[in-house]
Structure formats: structure tokens, C-alpha cells
């Protein structure tokens, strides 16, 4: 069936390093992604969107990337702090489906 | 304005028992969707409302099962007969309108005992 899944479980990076989180949809129909930051204890926060007419968009600190060809996303943390740890999440919204999260912890 | 709010933070509740879990979306916000998540593990969607379109409920896991959402706004999702695999922290969201960013509640983590 369709889906949406994320490449690593978890990632580990050093603070100042960049970060990359990769995520693979199925549903080629979808044309609306969004990637979501989940804290410990809380309910996931908007990070960033993207929409199927663009490849790229950048954020503050993070950049998505989107390549319909091979139905893949990532999402890009410029100079990861440890505040940045938590699970992050990938969705296409077109049917509410989640992927399952990556952990990314970030060592001081 | 408020963000989404969810009642009660924590529910304790005996295996076989109804539960009742509330959510209030942002005000304006015509889409709420339900959401559960098991420790460790990603969200799984479970009920998707639209406006007064008929609600998608193809995630619900059984017909003990159900959500409504009156007026457009406050929803609630109840759980009949309880079972310890339910136990798991059950997340609202809203959307302005669907295809749009969602707002999450804190969520209410449910114990079936």
C-alpha cells in the first residue's frame, strides 16, 4: 500500500555539524509535504513545508528538498544545535500518513 | 490565540471500560484529525474530520472506536471496552484547512490497566 518512511531511525551528529534526514513517499499523487519536530513529552511542531511545484525551500537554519523522480524529501539542519534533538518527522498530507521518525541527537 | 487543546493530560482507566478524550481545535481551524502514538514509535492516523464533509475514518483500528466532532469544532474520541494495547498517547491536530500545516495538542497519554 502507499506510505511514507523514513531511511535511518536514528542520527547522531556533533553540534556545528550539519544534519541530513531522509524520507521516501510512495503515493506519487501527493503535492504537499511537511516535516515535523517532536520533543520529548510534547506533540510534533511544524518545521517546514514544501509543495510539489518546488524542489527546494529554505528555512531558517533549514532547507527541504523534494525530488518527485525518486519520491524522496530530506530535511537539512545548517549548524545543529542540541536543541535540536528530537524525533523528526515527515507527512504528506494528502492522507495524513506519518513516517515513522528519526531520532537525531546531537552531542555537545 | 490558543493553541489545541486536549482533556485530560493523563488518563488511568481498567481494562473493559469506556473512555472519552476531548479536543479543542484552534478557533477557525476546519480540519481536526486524531492521531495515536505508541512509546518510541511514529504517529498513527486514525480519524480525519473536513469541515462537514463525512469524516475519514479509515484508521480507526476496530469499531470500539469512534470520534465526532460537534459544531465544527470540539471533538471527542471514544474508546469502548478498553484493552491494554490501547494504552498509548492519543495526539488531536488542526489544520486551517486541509492540505495546510497542523497544529498538535499535548496530547493525552491513556493507561489501560
Known amino acids: 500500500g502507499e506510505s511514507v518512511g523514513l531511511h535511518l531511525p536514528t542520527l547522531s551528529v556533533q553540534e556545528g555539524d550539519n544534519s541530513i534526514i531522509n524520507c521516501a513517499y510512495s503515493?506519487?499523487?501527493?503535492?504537499?509535504f511537511i516535516w515535523y519536530k517532536q520533543e520529548s513529552g510534547k506533540g510534533p511542531q511544524f518545521i517546514i513545508d514544501?509543495?510539489?511545484?518546488?524542489d527546494k525551500r529554505q528555512g531558517q537554519r533549514v532547507t527541504v528538498l523534494l525530488n518527485k523522480t525518486v519520491k524522496h524529501l530530506s530535511l537539512q539542519i545548517a549548524a545543529t544545535q542540541p536543541g535540536d534533538s528530537a524525533v523528526y518527522f515527515c507527512a504528506e498530507n494528502r492522507n495524513m500518513r506519518f513516517g515513522a521518525g528519526t531520532r537525531l541527537t546531537v552531542k555537545p | 490565540g490558543a493553541g489545541v487543546s486536549q482533556s485530560p493530560s493523563n488518563k488511568v482507566t481498567e481494562k473493559g471500560k469506556d473512555v472519552e478524550l476531548r479536543c479543542d481545535p484552534i478557533s477557525g481551524h476546519t480540519a481536526l484529525y486524531w492521531y495515536r502514538q505508541s512509546l518510541g514509535q511514529g504517529l498513527e492516523f486514525l480519524i480525519y474530520?473536513?469541515?462537514?464533509?463525512?469524516?475519514?475514518k479509515s484508521g480507526l483500528p476496530s469499531d470500539r472506536f469512534s470520534a465526532e466532532r460537534t459544531g465544527g469544532s470540539v471533538s471527542t474520541l471514544t474508546i469502548q471496552r478498553t484493552q491494554q494495547e490501547d494504552s498509548a498517547v492519543y495526539l488531536c491536530a488542526s489544520s486551517f484547512r486541509s492540505l495546510h500545516e497542523q497544529y498538535f495538542g499535548p496530547g493525552t497519554r491513556l493507561t489501560v490497566t
Open positions: 474530520f473536513q469541515g462537514n464533509s463525512a469524516p475519514d
Open positions: 503515493n506519487s499523487a501527493s503535492d504537499y
Open positions: 514544501i509543495r510539489s511545484n518546488m
